[in-house]
């Protein structure tokens, strides 16, 4: 989870809190169900602990292809005990399942959770949880593709995570803290996208009660800087509205490539009033982000209806479901379920160049690359700027 304020792009790396020590592979872990689960080698390193691989314990090590991962933390970090009630209360295998039987879903974008528990090592005590294993996080790709989705793209992630929101809004909880970093793509299947990272997830709603708008100065500007809700900025806690208005700037940020505001992340209040702004006149903010032939109307949509709502406000998720399938037919494409981070070829033909000259801050800079809508053309090792050719589809 981020500490407050933390900015996803460039530039973040916050300093790492003191870590758990690492384990070894082979380590065994038994959890509250006396399940024991085997750890393989770390995959990733979070705020306070480390990811590892991790199966089902037998007699043979955790290979490459395993199945599970265990998160370990200190256990007195308080950010695993909250992702931990969050996975518990609703990550449950069998709840995921039957909402997806109910909701005649292919797939729900909640990691599954298969148990936890506490473990001694070296007179320290820890707490683990295991959930799915999963494969390459979005932020990786949206750099790879130099920092542009394609529209189809941005508009099936937009619909899966309106499924993956329906489903946890439906579970008492908001995640708040919605980006490509804390998108993890499926490790067997590339059309599967999950949610990860519910460090920050808020209870919006125990027990069926909503909870009340009330600001807390002392929280003013929590999650990740760029695209936190308005809301979040002053200090409320999150809502449902909020990860629509998160979801939004994500969505936006992926097509365009950067929001108004990224110059001045550092200045949360500049960042708050931006926002502000942009809502109160949502055309003219995407009119700051895209030419005229790109400024995708479905968006525009999007953002009003979630700006219609009120702090305890259901989302309208078939509605807003239907405006991103209205901006999909608009590029000629329909809701087929792949997440292609390729332009398909008609689309390539339908696109316009646009020219942009960037100061080359590279020390080894590549002859050239191409990505998915872009065309990094680095000029010779000497000079300073490189040339990125655009191609956006119209
Ligand atoms: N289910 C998973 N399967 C595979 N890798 C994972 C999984 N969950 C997390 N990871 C990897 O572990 C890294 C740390 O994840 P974690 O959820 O612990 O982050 P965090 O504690 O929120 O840290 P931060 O937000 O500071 O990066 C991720 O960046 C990702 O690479």
Same mark, same amino acid.
Request: aromatic share 10%; charged share 30%; proline share 6%.
């Given at each position: 989870?981020?500490?407050?304020?933390?900015?996803?792009?460039?530039?973040?790396?916050?300093?790492?809190?003191?870590?758990?020590?690492?384990?070894?592979?082979?380590?065994? =872990?038994?959890?509250?169900?006396? #399940? $024991?689960? @085997? !750890? *393989?080698?770390?995959?990733?390193?979070?705020?306070? +602990?480390?990811?590892?691989?991790?199966?089902?314990?037998?007699?043979?090590?955790?290979?490459?292809?395993?199945?599970?991962?265990?998160?370990?933390?200190?256990?007195?970090?308080?950010?695993?005990?909250?992702?931990?009630?969050?996975?518990?209360?609703?990550?449950?295998?069998? =709840?995921?399942?039957?909402?997806? #039987? $109910?909701? @005649? !879903? *292919?797939?729900?974008?909640?990691?599954?959770?298969? +148990?936890?528990?506490?473990?001694?090592?070296?007179?320290?005590?820890?707490?683990?949880?295991?959930?799915?294993?999963?494969?390459?996080?979005?932020?990786?790709?949206?750099?790879?593709?130099?920092?542009?989705?394609?529209?189809?793209?941005?508009?099936?992630?937009?619909?899966? =995570?309106?499924?993956?929101?329906?489903?946890?809004?439906?579970?008492?909880?908001?995640?708040?803290?919605?980006?490509?970093?804390?998108?993890?793509?499926?490790?067997?299947?590339?059309?599967?996208?999950?949610?990860?990272?519910?460090?920050?997830?808020?209870?919006?709603?125990?027990?069926?009660?909503?909870?009340?708008?009330?600001?807390?100065?002392?929280?003013?500007?929590?999650?990740?800087?760029?695209?936190?809700?308005?809301?979040?900025?002053?200090?409320?806690?999150?809502?449902?509205?909020?990860?629509?208005?998160?979801?939004?700037?994500?969505?936006?940020?992926?097509?365009?490539?950067?929001?108004?505001?990224?110059?001045?992340?550092?200045?949360?209040?500049?960042?708050?009033?931006?926002?502000?702004?942009?809502?109160?006149?949502?055309?003219?903010?995407?009119?700051?982000?895209?030419?005229?032939?790109?400024?995708?109307?479905?968006?525009?949509?999007?953002?009003?209806?979630?700006?219609?709502?009120?702090?305890?406000?259901?989302?309208?998720?078939?509605?807003?479901?239907?405006?991103?399938?209205?901006?999909?037919?608009?590029?000629?494409?329909?809701?087929?379920?792949?997440?292609?981070?390729?332009?398909?070829?008609?689309?390539?033909?339908?696109?316009?160049?646009?020219?942009?000259?960037?100061?080359?801050?590279?020390?080894?800079?590549?002859?050239?690359?191409?990505?998915?809508?872009?065309?990094?053309?680095?000029?010779?090792?000497?000079?300073?700027?490189?040339?990125?050719?655009?191609?956006?589809?119209?």
């Amino acid at each position: 989870m981020p500490p407050k304020g933390k900015a996803a792009g460039r530039g973040r790396a916050p300093a790492k809190r003191k870590l758990a020590e690492e384990f070894p592979p082979g380590e065994v =872990l038994t959890d509250t169900a006396k #399940k $024991s689960w @085997k !750890l *393989g080698a770390p995959i990733g390193q979070g705020g306070f +602990g480390l990811i590892y691989l991790a199966d089902e314990n037998s007699a043979g090590p955790v290979g490459a292809g395993a199945r599970y991962v265990i998160k370990v933390e200190p256990s007195d970090s308080g950010p695993l005990f909250s992702e931990l009630k969050f996975y518990m209360r609703a990550a449950k295998p069998d =709840l995921i399942q039957s909402w997806i #039987k $109910s909701h @005649k !879903l *292919g797939n729900l974008g909640v990691p599954r959770y298969w +148990g936890s528990g506490q473990h001694d090592r070296g007179g320290k005590r820890y707490r683990f949880m295991v959930i799915d294993r999963l494969g390459t996080d979005l932020q990786k790709k949206f750099e790879e593709c130099g920092r542009r989705f394609p529209r189809k793209l941005v508009l099936q992630l937009g619909l899966r =995570l309106l499924d993956t929101l329906e489903y946890i809004h439906d579970h008492e909880y908001v995640h708040a803290d919605i980006k490509a970093s804390n998108l993890m793509l499926s490790h067997s299947d590339p059309n599967q996208v999950y949610l990860v990272d519910y460090g920050l997830a808020y209870r919006y709603a125990p027990e069926n009660v909503l909870k009340e708008y009330k600001e807390d100065p002392k929280r003013c500007h929590d999650g990740t800087i760029e695209f936190t809700s308005i809301d979040a900025h002053k200090g409320a806690s999150a809502s449902r509205r909020s990860d629509l208005e998160i979801l939004s700037y994500c969505m936006v940020q992926w097509l365009c490539g950067r929001l108004p505001w990224e110059d001045k992340l550092q200045d949360s209040s500049y960042v708050r009033d931006s926002k502000i702004r942009s809502q109160e006149n949502i055309s003219d903010f995407l009119t700051k982000c895209f030419s005229p032939q790109d400024k995708p109307d479905e968006i525009q949509k999007f953002m009003e209806e979630v700006k219609s709502l009120s702090y305890e406000d259901k989302p309208p998720y078939e509605k807003l479901r239907s405006i991103l399938k209205a901006g999909l037919k608009a590029v000629q494409a329909k809701d087929d379920g792949k997440l292609e981070l390729q332009m398909s070829g008609h689309l390539i033909t339908k696109s316009r160049p646009r020219v942009f000259i960037e100061s080359h801050h590279q020390k080894t800079p590549q002859a050239w690359r191409a990505s998915t809508n872009s065309l990094l053309l680095y000029l010779s090792e000497k000079q300073k700027y490189v040339v990125m050719v655009i191609l956006q589809s119209v």
